[in-house]
Antibody
Framework: EVQLVESGGGLVQPGGSLRLSCAAS????????MHWVRQAPGKGLLWLSN????????YYADSVKGRFTISRDNAENTLYLQMNSLRAEDTAVYYC????????WGQGTLVTVSS | QSALTQPASVSGSPGQSITISCTGT?????????VSWYQQHPGKAPKLMIY???NWPSGVSNRFSGSKSGNTASLTISGLQAEDEADYYC??????????FGGGTKLTVL
């Protein structure tokens, strides 16, 4: 079965850190660009970051540049998002996804930043 | 990195057709064929409905169609059905590896 499964979300205090994981299966993970997208409660989708298939190129939205780091382990078919200096406004459901014709999305993992 | 502009809401009756617009700039929609449309039902992950402006992913009904003119992309849904009621988002490749989404449009089937 083709799927992406996110994990690592939870409650974290402002200023804290969290690392999200996205486990891929059923498709050629190592051949695809991968993306992180988030959705704050009641709000729209926000693109955060992407990483090239070989991990050598990464890009970020201005809102997370310098605080979030995307990475991948193609041997483990896993995508990561390291989130540092978290703020209340980072509270959201975080999705990993492919943006090509395959349109594979995970179910999302909730990150809540609150004291 | 400004969001693409979509109408906040659209509505239509069963069997009718509706169109959702997605307006960007010459730096994103106007210069990219990497424009996609997503459908999202409450509490669910987004589902790809159209990719590369006008292409259907496997399994998506051809009642959904996409087009682009200048800086504006459009999603048309024909033969509206109750299950089409959802939020719809456009996305576009912008520049230098950056992507952008529209603000989303809530479709109500009357």
């Amino acid at each position: 079965e083709v799927q992406l499964v996110e994990s690592g979300g939870g409650l974290v205090q402002p200023g804290g850190s969290l690392r999200l994981s996205c486990a891929a299966s059923g498709f050629s993970f190592s051949s695809k660009w991968m993306h992180w997208v988030r959705q704050a409660p009641g709000k729209g989708l926000l693109w955060l970051s992407n990483i090239k298939s070989d991990g050598k190129n990464t890009y970020y939205a201005d809102s997370v540049k310098g605080r979030f780091t995307i990475s991948r382990d193609n041997a483990e078919n896993t995508l990561y998002l390291q989130m540092n200096s978290l703020r209340a406004e980072d509270t959201a459901v975080y999705y990993c996804a492919t943006f090509d014709y395959s349109g594979i999305w995970g179910q999302g993992t909730l990150v809540t930043v609150s004291s | 990195q400004s969001a693409l502009t979509q109408p906040a809401s659209v509505s239509g009756s069963p069997g009718q057709s509706i169109t959702i617009s997605c307006t960007g700039t010459s730096s994103d929609v106007g210069s990219s064929n990497l424009v996609s449309w997503y459908q999202q039902h409450p509490g669910k992950a987004p589902k790809l409905m159209i990719y590369e402006v006008s292409n259907w992913p496997s399994g998506v009904s051809n009642r959904f169609s996409g087009s682009k003119s200048g800086n504006t992309a459009s999603l048309t849904i024909s033969g509206l059905q109750a299950e089409d009621e959802a939020d719809y988002y456009c996305s576009s490749y912008s520049r230098s590896g950056i992507w952008v989404f529209g603000g989303g449009t809530k479709l109500t089937v009357l």
